[in-house]
Nanobody
Framework: VQLQASGGGSVQAGGSLTLSCAAS????????IGWFRQAPGKEREGVSC????????YYADSVKGRFTISRDNAKNTVYLQMNSLKPEDTAVYTC??????????????????????WGQGTQVTVSS
C-alpha cells in the first residue's frame, strides 16, 4: 500500500487544519491507520489512530478533544481534523498503515512505528 499525506500548512494558534492520508495500491479496509508527528529534536510521537472494522480509535493525551480521526473506506482515505491548534502542535505529520486490528493504546502505536508502510510527511506550523 502506498500512502500520500497532505493538508499541512501554516495557521495561527486556535486555527484548524485537516490532514488527509490517501492510499493506493491496496484497500485500507484491513489496515489500521495512524498519524504520527515529529518536531525538531524530538522523537516521533503517535498522535492518533483508527483501527480497521470498528476496532476503535486512539488519541494522545495532548490532542484529545481537539483532534478527530476518521476514515472513508470508499475514498480509501483517512482524515485528521485538527482544531484549536497550539504552537506545540508544530511538527511534520505523517501517516502509517499496519494490518493490525487494534491500535487504541499507546503500546499499539509503538508497535505501529515498525510498519513498512509510511506516507511522506506534511508540515504543520502553528504560530502564536
Amino acid at each position: 500500500v502506498q500512502l500520500q499525506a497532505s493538508g499541512g500548512g501554516s495557521v495561527q494558534a486556535g486555527g484548524s487544519l485537516t490532514l488527509s492520508c490517501a492510499a493506493s495500491g491496496s484497500t485500507l479496509d484491513y489496515y489500521a491507520i495512524g498519524w504520527f508527528r515529529q518536531a525538531p529534536g524530538k522523537e516521533r510521537e503517535g498522535v492518533s489512530c483508527v483501527a480497521s472494522n470498528d476496532g476503535g480509535t486512539y488519541y494522545a493525551d495532548s490532542v484529545k478533544g481537539r483532534f478527530t480521526i476518521s476514515r472513508d473506506n470508499a475514498k480509501n482515505t483517512v482524515y485528521l481534523q485538527m482544531n484549536s491548534l497550539k504552537p506545540e502542535d508544530t511538527a511534520v505529520y505523517t501517516c502509517a498503515a499496519d494490518p493490525i486490528p487494534f491500535c487504541a493504546t499507546p503500546q499499539a502505536m509503538e508497535v505501529m512505528k515498525m510498519t513498512d508502510y509510511w506516507g511522506q510527511g506534511t508540515q504543520v506550523t502553528v504560530s502564536s
